[in-house]
Nanobody
Framework: QVRVVDSGGGLVQAGGSLRLSCAAS?????????MNWYRQAPGNKRDFVAG???????NYVDSVKGRFTISRDNAKNTVYLQMDSLKPEDTAVYYC?????????WGQGTQVTVSS
């Protein structure tokens, strides 16, 4: 089992920045491989935003490339999403998903609202 806690959301003006955090804990944290961020806007499905493997390989959805940076502190079992140059279309609930070879676990989500 892995417990995932998301934090760091808030209200920001367009062009501003936020940093999201995702902390994992539990008996299976040593099995964690990928840690990913997804987002879900009202009326939309939950979409992939960025991901990072245990080895540090990263990938991003095209719409956030050059603006968002994902990083990981393996010693703290924490992943971060630095979001710069935010746009109103980035408004959504952001969820962290942690995967192990046998399962995956979601955080509770954190609201990001970007005003124009």
């Amino acid at each position: 089992q892995v417990r995932v806690v998301d934090s760091g959301g808030g209200l920001v003006q367009a062009g501003g920045s936020l940093r999201l955090s995702c902390a994992a804990s539990g008996r299976d944290i040593f099995r964690i491989n990928a840690m990913n961020w997804y987002r879900q806007a009202p009326g939309n499905k939950r979409d992939f935003v960025a991901g990072i493997t245990s080895g540090g390989s990263t990938n991003y959805v095209d719409s956030v490339k050059g603006r968002f940076t994902i990083s990981r502190d393996n010693a703290k079992n924490t992943v971060y999403l630095q979001m710069d140059s935010l746009k109103p279309e980035d408004t959504a609930v952001y969820y962290c998903r942690v995967t192990t070879p046998m399962s995956f676990y979601w955080g509770q989500g954190t609201q990001v609202t970007v005003s124009s």
